[in-house]
T-cell receptor
Framework: SQQGEEDPQALSIQEGENATMNCSYK?????LQWYRQNSGRGLVHLIL???NEREKHSGRLRVTLDTSKKSSSLLITASRAADTASYFC??????????WGAGTKLIIKP | EAQVTQNPRYLITVTGKKLTVTCSQN?????MSWYRQDPGLGLRQIYY???????DKGDVPEGYKVSRKEKRNFPLILESPSPNQTSLYFC??????????????FGPGTRLTVL
């Protein structure tokens, strides 16, 4: 069953702007991961945030987690054309299984 | 180079003709899984394996079989493919399960069309 739900489904911004994507989930999780997928290719792991963490950074990526609202956000700062991709959240449930959302398609316009 | 490989990358077949998609990883990962990706539905897990000779059904196992005879290989078998199995398939592996060990490494994908 799907647990992670990304929002928005699609996002188009100008190069240099910040992009924010959100992920909501329904049950308790051990951690939440974000992945990137370039068109038709395999997913690449970006960042993992544990359920006891509130914020995490990796380069131009910033992830927040609000367990009370059962939501997470991924912020990409100073976007580049190469950031054009689909972004997925994956929630690890109590059985260590990953439940995936449908993804946010991000387009960076030059 | 650490990687997950899948073959074939593209396959067009006809209904009922048995096929196998191979998956191999060279990272000594314990956990392997198969996903299918369809537009608007995200990734749905077909089967997973926590170790050699241990396999379990995911969310959409109907019409698929897997085996894990060796740690590095996890083939996906479609005994009698049907058009509704037309999809993009991904194999993934991770060091183990739970926490950081659950970070998935994905293969490049296999685009399957069943006529």
């Amino acid at each position: 069953s799907q647990q992670g739900e990304e929002d928005p489904q699609a996002l188009s911004i100008q190069e240099g702007e910040n992009a924010t994507m959100n992920c909501s989930y329904k049950t308790s999780i051990n951690n939440l991961q974000w992945y990137r997928q370039n068109s038709g290719r395999g997913l690449v792991h970006l960042i993992l945030i544990r359920s006891n963490e509130r914020e995490k950074h990796s380069g131009r990526l910033r992830v927040t987690l609000d367990t009370s609202k059962k939501s997470s956000s991924l912020l990409i700062t100073a976007s580049r054309a190469a950031d054009t991709a689909s972004y997925f959240c994956a929630c690890e449930d109590s059985n260590y299984q990953l439940i995936w959302g449908a993804g946010t398609k991000l387009i960076i316009k030059p | 180079e650490a990687q997950v490989t899948q073959n074939p990358r593209y396959l067009i077949t006809v209904t009922g003709k048995k096929l196998t998609v191979t998956c191999s990883q060279n990272m000594n990962h314990e956990y392997m899984s198969w996903y299918r990706q369809d537009p608007g539905l995200g990734l749905r897990q077909i089967y997973y394996s926590m170790n050699v000779e241990v396999t379990d059904k995911g969310d959409v196992p109907e019409g698929y079989k897997v085996s894990r005879k060796e740690k590095r290989n996890f083939p996906l078998i479609l005994e009698s493919p049907s058009p509704n199995q037309t999809s993009l398939y991904f194999c993934a592996s991770s060091l183990s399960w739970g926490g950081r060990a659950n970070e998935q490494f994905f293969g490049p994908g296999t685009r399957l069309t069943v006529l």
